[in-house]
């Protein structure tokens, strides 16, 4: 299991970006898909985004299409979510998450993720 730390919430306007990323503990990480999620207030969570654990392939939510841009860095246990063109309804607590599995499956792609960061509120004001 891994333990996962978001940062760089905050506060922006619309249209404004923001990069946020989440640092894991533990030796094995490379070997995780890694996944962003979002809850906003009243709303289940989400999926938005998902890495192999190689970083050679990405999986997005529709709403996360041409604005966000998931990666990662073995060397530094890090993955990171760039959101570019953030529009109000992106406020939520962004949570990154850790599946033992190579990659999503697309269409399954909430399944499988064991471990969770606290997260990080992202505020988008119009």
């Known amino acids: 299991q891994v333990q996962l730390v978001e940062s760089g919430g905050g506060l922006v306007q619309a249209g404004g970006s923001l990069r946020l990323s989440c640092a894991a503990s533990?030796?094995?990480?490379?070997?995780?898909?890694m996944g962003w999620f979002r809850q906003a207030p009243g709303k289940e969570r989400e999926f938005v985004a998902a890495?192999?654990?190689?970083?050679?392939?990405?999986y997005y939510a529709d709403s996360a299409k041409g604005r966000f841009t998931i990666s990662r860095d073995n060397a530094k246990n890090t993955v990171y979510l760039q959101m570019n063109s953030l529009k109000p309804e992106d406020t939520a607590v962004y949570y990154c998450?850790?599946?033992?599995?190579?990659?999503?499956?697309?269409?399954?792609?909430?399944?499988?993720?064991?471990?969770w960061g606290q997260g990080t509120q992202v505020t988008v004001s119009s």
């Open positions: 998450a850790a599946n033992r599995a190579r990659m999503v499956v697309p269409g399954r792609e909430t399944e499988g993720f064991g471990s």
């Open positions: 533990g030796r094995t990480f490379s070997s995780y898909c």
């Open positions: 890495i192999s654990w190689s970083g050679g392939t990405t």
